[in-house]
């Protein structure tokens, strides 16, 4: 997957915040929904299922232009565990619907276990998901994400998750 996910996170969101919000000021800051998400996935290391992954994301309650603070953990089957903070780019809308985009950029730190070795300790963790936002704010997502370590080591194979997220509004 190499860096596409991070060139779609970059493209979108600046894309977004020239159309929308520099005419008020590009990062002006906002209030913005802050939200507790829990997420289960499967961990995919050069195409092959290798285990599962549980996730928790806190999505901070003010964004600046399009870019909302994230902050997330994860540990998986194996013993691996990542930590990091960034941001996530969302689309208000689809069309007027409560079908929405996200994409997020997170650099984070990871501690190797029984899991596979990804290139050192340093890694940055890039999604999209596609989701839906009920009445009652709470979102439910399917995403794809890539961990890698942007080469900055000889060795970067990259993981990858495929999973289900769902998200409480505070």
């Known amino acids: 997957m190499n860096g596409a996910l991070a060139v779609i996170f970059v493209v979108a969101s600046l894309t977004d915040m020239a159309l929308n919000d520099c005419p008020t000021g590009c ?12 997420q289960a996935a499967k961990v995919e290391f050069q195409e092959d299922i290798i285990g599962n992954e549980i996730y928790v994301g806190y999505d901070f309650g003010t964004a600046y232009g399009p870019f909302q603070p994230t ?12 930590v990091g903070i960034g941001a996530k780019w969302t689309t208000q809308s689809l069309n007027d619907s409560p079908f929405f985009i996200e994409a997020s950029l997170m650099p984070g730190y990871y501690a190797q276990g029984n899991g596979p070795d990804i290139g050192g300790s340093l890694q940055f963790r890039s ?3 596609a989701g839906y936002a009920f009445d009652n704010g709470v979102t439910l997502l399917a995403s794809y994400d890539h961990r890698s370590n942007a080469d900055t080591q000889d060795v970067n194979p990259g993981l990858e998750t495929i999973a289900l997220r769902v998200a409480f509004p505070f």
Not at 27 to 38: E, G, N, V
């Open 71 to 82: 902050f997330g953990a994860s540990v998986t089957d194996l013993g691996d565990v990542w």
């Open 27 to 38: 990062l002006a800051q906002r209030d913005a929904t802050s939200r507790l998400s829990f």
């Open 127 to 129: 999604s999209l998901g």
